[in-house]
């Protein structure tokens, strides 16, 4: 069973950034993917990016690209998403999941994991 734990949201201004964290509970192989999600309302659950828990391969959305960077720590058994020249387009939840047992190029999916976090709120000011 694996537990994830976000933090790290909150009211910044435009062009600002943000470091989102992750904490994980429970065991992750070398087969997970940690993906991070966004939603804001009215609007479907959208990817934003994705790292391989045991190479730290990155994949990440084009309309992130660039501006958003994801990372591990495997010692802290933490995930990060640093958030970079923040716009109002970005305010969201933002959220962590899990997923076993996936290639990179085939994680952008948020129905295929397994397990989520309770989600971070971010809210970027114009």
């Known amino acids: 069973q694996v537990q994830l734990v976000e933090s790290g949201g909150g009211l910044v201004q435009a062009g600002g950034s943000l470091r989102l964290s992750c904490v994980v509970s429970?065991?992750?192989?070398?087969?997970?993917?940690m993906g991070w999600f966004r939603q804001a309302p009215g609007k479907e659950r959208e990817f934003v990016a994705v790292?391989?828990?045991?190479?730290?391969?990155?994949a990440t959305a084009d309309s992130v690209k660039g501006r958003f960077t994801a990372s591990r720590d495997i010692a802290k058994n933490t995930v990060y998403l640093q958030m970079n020249s923040l716009t109002p387009e970005d305010t969201a939840a933002y959220y962590c999941?899990?997923?076993?047992?996936?290639?990179?190029?085939?994680?952008?999916?948020?129905?295929?994991?397994?397990?989520w976090g309770q989600g971070t709120q971010v809210t970027v000011s114009s």
């Open positions: 999941a899990a997923k076993r047992g996936v290639i990179l190029g085939s994680a952008r999916e948020s129905q295929q994991y397994d397990y």
């Open positions: 429970g065991r992750l192989d070398s087969r997970y993917v």
């Open positions: 790292i391989r828990w045991s190479t730290g391969n990155t």
